[in-house]
């Protein structure tokens, strides 16, 4: 649907215009993944598809939550903001206003809503940080909060832990709200320093490839990774106190890794986030040094990583990243996001791509019975309020 399309269904569903209208990016990573809840470094970038937001104040005392993409339409009393809906879509938008209201900020009057997303869902593209981190930008818009980005992209990250019940990091939330077009975003996720880093590749395109695998990242798999870390860190800390497996270099994880001797799944899950941490520094060099193959080369461990240490892959995401491996121009290829199903992310040559998609999927399907898609990425930029009328 285009901009227009979406004010004429706005108008047709509450029969007066939109009074403004928002739009938040969803995510693909380049590297650092199951890093950012460990205080590690994260490599995101915004993607042009994204959730839009049409809104409109009303005199009733209600706030009025519809989307396209979803049947179910709920209206929540401004007195019951703060009640979560049991195993609704509407979690993430109220967890914000929730938010919102934990920090003092009052909902005075109600507002008609309309949303419509074109991330695919359950792809690991961040659909969820996108629909949190508009309905922030949109409320610090419409109540005048005068939040930072930064601000925003917290107050998405604590909706989903608290009201939706993931243990999240940051790096999707903040890269929705801090996207910029053509780059990448270098972001250390104890301290939340940032760097925009330039990625527009002479020749090469960013190829996500969605296994349309029944999407497993149920707050069960993910927070027991969470948990699995921080069993991690209570074992270590009883040789050196740390805080965040982020903390450790790989050669201080070779010197106190014999405190996990005793529970080897927590060792195997510190040493994916030891390592992926440098190789995310590592990535983030040589792509400034211009050692685009480097780069993919740390990729491609990043996945190996996070196939046999973290064991957040399956059949579906190994099967596309393996096969890739195999072609010709493929400069790096990974899982991308939370796993279990979801997306690759590939770094391929412009003269590969159409080969990638013809002997990828075929060998994919034939594998797995599942057709997959692919897109190539656009990066664009962070969260916003676009103009009416257009
Ligand atoms: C999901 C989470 F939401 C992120 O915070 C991050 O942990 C990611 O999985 C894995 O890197 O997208």
């Known amino acids: 649907m285009n901009t227009q399309e979406l004010q004429e269904a706005f108008l047709k569903l509450y029969g007066k215009p939109a009074e ?31 959730t839009y937001l049409l809104c409109r104040k009303n005199d009733d005392k209600v706030v009025r939550f519809r989307s396209l993409n979803q049947k179910e339409y709920v209206e929540v009393a ?12 509407i979690n993430y938008p109220m967890g914000v206003f929730d938010q919102f209201i934990k920090r003092g900020f009052s909902i005075p009057f109600g507002l008609d809503q309309l949303i419509w997303g074109d991330v695919p869902n359950g792809a690991g593209l961040s659909s969820s940080a996108s629909l949190e981190v508009v309905t922030g930008y949109m409320l610090n818009d419409v109540f005048q909060t005068h939040l930072n980005r930064v601000e925003i992209a917290k107050i998405g990250q604590k909706a989903e832990n608290e009201f939706v019940g993931v243990n999240c990091g940051i790096m999707d939330q903040f890269a929705s709200a801090n996207g910029e077009k053509d780059h990448a975003i ?24 969605n296994t349309h695998s029944p999407h497993k990242l149920d707050s069960g798999a993910y927070n027991q990774r969470v948990a699995e870390c921080k069993k991690a860190v209570e074992l270590i800390s009883k040789v050196r106190p740390i805080q965040y497996l982020a903390e450790l270099t790989e050669a201080d994880f070779k010197e106190v890794e014999s405190a996990l001797a005793s529970d080897p799944v927590a060792h195997k899950r510190a040493r994916h986030v030891v390592s992926e941490v440098q190789r995310t520094t590592d990535a983030v060099k040589s792509l400034k040094a211009g050692d685009i193959d480097k780069f993919g080369q740390l990729m491609n461990a990043s996945h190996v990583s996070l196939r046999d240490d973290y064991e957040v892959t399956g059949l579906e995401l190994d099967t596309m990243a393996e096969e890739a491996w195999k072609i010709d121009g493929v400069i790096g290829s990974r899982m991308t996001g939370g796993g279990f199903g979801g997306c690759t992310v590939s770094l391929v040559k412009d003269e590969a791509i159409d080969s990638f998609i013809e002997k990828v999927g075929a060998a994919y ?19 916003c309020r676009l103009k009416l009328g257009e």
Not at 20 to 35: D, K
Not at 78 to 89: M, R, V
Not at 365 to 374: E, M
């Open 20 to 50: 403004a209208l928002y739009f938040s990016p969803g995510r693909v990573n380049l590297i650092g993944e199951h890093t950012d809840y460990n205080g590690g470094f994260v490599f995101p970038c915004a993607l042009s598809f994204g």
């Open 78 to 89: 401004l007195d019951k903001l703060q009640t979560p809906h049991p195993k609704s879509w």
């Open 186 to 209: 270098f972001l250390d996720c104890n301290t939340l320093d940032f760097e925009l880093v330039p990625v527009k590749l002479e020749g090469v395109k960013v190829l996500i490839s």
């Open 365 to 383: 399907q034939a594998k797995t019975g599942l057709k997959p898609d692919f897109y190539v990425a656009e990066i664009g930029n962070g969260a």
